[in-house]
């Protein structure tokens, strides 16, 4: 026990000294402690560092002053005339701040939380996907092409992918989900496992009818304890229809869009002519 309140206090002095460096955590010299210890005891370090010394950390560190890793984002490309734009890449993992700064004409943007799932789609025109975001999806929202484009969603049916969902709706308000409805879930019910651990808010804002009937269902149990059906043990084919129903939802919303925009231009060329006969 000893020792471990000298190494505390060891590494905290250490932490002190360097306090923003510009440094990342593993670059600490500290003799005699592996690089991955300040990672591990992260939290009683943090509580000792400002105890000891309660000053503000720069801007983009943490709680000791220290440099942030970058959070990657990874990013599939599926239309080979996008991917023409960024030197033929397909599959990009990159920091955040990188993709900012591309402008890509995006029409439709799938938002994945499973690996596999992501891998796993095709080519199709217009289309990019991110995948693996869990809790962090509100970063999609700073991408530039995201703003104009149709966002769909589609994580896990259990009581944390519907709240994923829920706060990218914050961020994207006419975010879409896919696939992620009381009857998808109960067409694999055969293939439903046990959500280790449940979402512990009782309402969720920002969900449709349709998303909100399952999360109350998975929420109190009402089809066994704690469902939950992952997204990769969706059958595919059934899949593939169900995004591709959604890519022709997608069509129409654009030739709306459109035609309500000629529609536009038309009235404003007719008041135009009656004021000038006026």
């Known amino acids: 026990m000893e020792m471990r309140c000298a190494c505390d206090a060891c590494v905290s002095a250490a932490l002190i000294d360097n306090r923003d460096s510009g440094l990342y ?22 509580d000792l560092v400002t105890c000891i010394c309660p000053q503000t950390s720069q801007p983009g560190g943490d709680v000791f002053g220290l440099r942030l890793l970058p959070k990657p984002v990874r990013i599939r490309i599926l239309d080979p005339l996008l991917r023409s734009k960024v030197g033929g890449l397909c599959d990009i993992a990159t920091p955040i701040e990188q993709p900012v700064s591309i402008e890509l004409p995006v029409r439709r943007q799938f938002v994945v939380e499973n690996i596999q799932t992501s891998l796993s789609f095709g080519e199709l025109p217009e289309s990019v996907l991110i995948m693996g975001l869990g809790y962090g999806v509100d970063i999609v929202s700073s991408i530039p092409w995201v703003q104009s484009a149709e966002c769909i969603y589609w994580g896990d049916i259990d009581t944390h992918g519907l709240s994923i969902l829920a706060k990218a709706r914050t961020f994207l308000p006419l975010m879409r989900s896919v696939l992620m409805d009381r009857d998808t879930l109960l067409e694999f019910s055969e ?11 009782e309402s969720l804002g920002g969900l449709t009818e349709d998303e909100q009937e399952p999360f109350q269902g998975l929420r109190t149990n009402r089809r066994g304890n704690r469902v939950r059906l992952e997204q990769e043990r969706i059958s595919w084919a059934f ?4 995004i591709g129903e959604s890519d022709l939802w997608c069509w129409l919303r654009l030739r709306e869009n459109q035609y309500g925009s000629r529609r536009q231009q038309w009235c404003d060329r007719r008041i135009k002519q009656e004021g000038d006969y006026g």
Request: proline share 8%; hydrophobic share 40%.
């Open 191 to 201: 293939l439903w496992v046990e959500e280790p651990e449940q979402c512990t808010v």
């Open 25 to 46: 955590p593993r670059q600490i010299p500290l003799l005699g402690i592996y690089t991955k210890w300040i990672e591990n005891h992260k939290g009683i370090l943090a």
């Open 239 to 242: 899949a593939q229809k169900r």
